[in-house]
């Protein structure tokens, strides 16, 4: 869809405001992109730094054309009002020749929708430190191929400042393909290749809940591993993160670290007790005595097989699967979807919920696969959230998953054990969130 002229003028205004206070403060840059996971990995980067710098991050999606400016100045969108457009302005310019304070680093999520959007994002700033956490499936609606949006990826990092870092993760082919063509300092992360920084030994922490008559369950809560890393092994412990996505941020974020110089061992330390943001694999308490993996904020093949196995370290009486539709997939759409129904049963899943038009066909393929599974299919998240108060029993364990756009959030509002702390635990419960009806996308 076309840009509209004002879009256009305000992107341009705020560009240049943003440049203009980037010249006078100077800060050093960290930009992530990816697939997946840039989020975590944004997020994990700036709680390590922020023990030792003035750190700023993008809050909310403030990844793109409008919001990457506007975390650069600290301000929030004007939305339609011209007057609060005119305050950021004028904050903006009181940044740019005024201000004495501002943050000594900036870690920056850049988002890629479609061609173009990282060299626009890399010309307003250029990274001292560039990270591309993968490249998946998602966003071929607009890019069609792997290695297309590959190229739109390996802009960043073509883009670091003379005498930067680039973080690689060695375990993606297309990354690392990028990463050898790749002109400043490489430093390479990784589980299963021979990573110049390695994790090995990984472990989930699980913890037992005692119910009633006896029974008891075994929910996964954080895990450990060790850093492989210039002949040292340092143990680090994720108290509250899960999976393998939460141990690529964590190395991406170590590896952060080398370029400012800070104690290895000392970083590891402190991304003990880091909490990702809402609707990442958070644990929420259920209505019965259940509990919620609640991993709402969005969702890919590759991050939901990651909450898949999550849930498949746990025990429980019931594994339950609520999972929405899948966005933005391009022609990998119909396959993608398919192979979540074919893959299920190796995850111990019991009930499968399938939300949404596109997941109607994992709904289909594990009716032809798995006898055991018990399906249903809803056609928005508050049907699915009122079916599964009925199916729910004391000691079942529930993952809810789906793309931003299907509000699967909505599920678990319906069976969270306490509803009034649902603007405290659970994501997208803004007021202009919560006045939007779901629209089936």
Not at 87 to 106: C, I, M, T
Not at 313 to 321: D, L, Q, S, V
Not at 391 to 398: A, F, N, S
Not at 400 to 417: D, N, T
Request: charged share 25%; aromatic share 6%.
């Amino acid at each position: 869809m076309e840009k509209s002229k004002k879009i256009i003028f305000l992107e341009k205004i705020l560009s240049f405001i943003a440049k203009k206070i980037l010249k006078r403060h100077v800060p050093q840059v960290i930009a992530v992109t990816g697939s997946v996971g840039k989020t975590g990995t944004k997020e994990m980067i700036a709680h390590l730094l922020s023990d030792y710098y003035f750190v700023r991050q993008n809050n909310k999606n403030y990844n793109n054309e409008i919001g990457l400016p506007l975390t650069i100045i600290g301000a929030e969108s004007g939305g339609r009002s011209i007057l609060r457009w005119a305050l950021v302005f004028l904050k903006g310019a009181q940044v740019a020749f005024f201000s004495k304070d501002y943050p000594e680093v900036l870690v920056l999520e850049m988002g890629a929708d479609r061609k173009g959007d990282l060299q626009y994002l890399c010309q307003i700033t250029p990274p001292d430190v560039g990270v591309i956490t993968n490249i998946g499936n998602s966003h071929l609606e607009y890019f069609k191929t792997r290695a297309s949006l590959a190229r739109e990826k390996s802009i960043l990092l073509k883009s670091i400042k003379s005498g930067g870092l680039a973080i690689i993760n060695e375990d993606d082919t297309e990354v690392a393909k990028i990463g050898q063509q790749i002109g400043e300092k490489v430093l390479t992360v990784g589980i299963n290749s021979p990573a110049q920084m390695r994790a090995t030994d990984i472990k989930f922490a699980k913890r037992t809940l005692r119910l009633g008559n006896g029974k008891s369950m075994s929910v996964v809560s954080g895990l450990v591993f060790k850093l492989n890393y210039q002949g040292k092994i340092v143990p680090v412990k994720l108290k509250y993160s899960f999976g393998a996505p939460a141990v690529y941020s964590a190395l991406i974020a170590l590896a952060a670290t080398e370029f400012f110089q800070i104690n290895i061992v000392e970083a590891a330390q402190s991304l003990e007790n880091f909490r990702l943001s809402k609707g990442r694999l958070s644990l929420v308490e259920g209505i019965k005595r259940t509990i919620i993996i609640d991993d709402t904020y969005n969702s890919a093949p590759k991050s939901l097989e990651e909450a898949l196995m999550v849930l498949g370290e746990c025990k429980a009486t019931k594994k339950i699967a609520v999972i929405g539709d899948m966005l933005e997939l391009g022609r990998e759409e119909k396959k993608s979807h398919q192979k979540v129904g074919q893959d299920l049963s190796k995850f111990g899943v019991d009930v499968f919920i399938a939300v949404g038009k596109r997941m109607r066909l994992a709904y289909d393929e594990c009716l032809k696969k798995s006898k055991k599974i018990k399906v249903l299919h809803f056609n928005n998240p508050m049907e699915a959230g009122l079916a599964l108060q009925e199916i729910l029993e004391e000691g079942d364990i529930v993952l809810v998953k789906g793309s931003q756009g299907m509000r699967m959030e909505k599920v678990v509002e319906e069976v969270m054990a306490e509803p009034g702390e649902k603007e405290k635990l659970l994501v997208r419960q803004e007021l202009n969130w919560q006045k939007k009806p779901f629209v089936q996308p």
